[in-house]
Nanobody, 118 residues
Framework: VQLQASGGGLVQAGDSLRLSCAAS????????MGWFRQAPGKEREFVSS????????AYADSVKGRFTISKDNAKNTVYLQMDSLKPEDTAVYYC????????????WGQGTQVTVSS
């Protein structure tokens, strides 16, 4: 499975951004997609995830009410709409695919930088 993330950039606090993650390859083996982020000097953390089939979603408490994850099955693409951005959202954002065989996020995209200025 290959993942291609895009959509990062430099914005001001309160602005919005939409990240995209296109999946290719053995997409039938990845029932769930996730977004993670890693800020400088910090551990990578979970942001959100979505099921390809049911559309069920999950969010970290820090982004609930501000971020929305969605999918387009026809395009094998997952989106992360980020509204009301805060400086603490600054990080490299990664999309990842959870494999049906391992139950782990084993495939990762290259990361896209999101910088929120105050």
């Amino acid at each position: 499975v290959q993942l291609q993330a895009s959509g990062g950039g430099l914005v001001q606090a309160g602005d919005s951004l939409r990240l995209s993650c296109a999946a290719s390859g053995r997409t039938f083996s990845i029932p769930r997609m996730g977004w993670f982020r890693q800020a400088p000097g910090k551990e990578r953390e979970f942001v959100s995830s979505i099921s390809w089939s049911s559309g069920s979603t999950a969010y970290a408490d820090s982004v609930k009410g501000r971020f929305t994850i969605s999918k387009d099955n026809a395009k094998n693409t997952v989106y992360l709409q980020m509204d009301s951005l805060k400086p603490e959202d600054t990080a490299v954002y990664y999309c990842a695919a959870r494999h049906i065989t391992t139950g782990q996020y084993d495939s990762w995209g290259q990361g896209t930088q999101v910088t929120v200025s105050s």
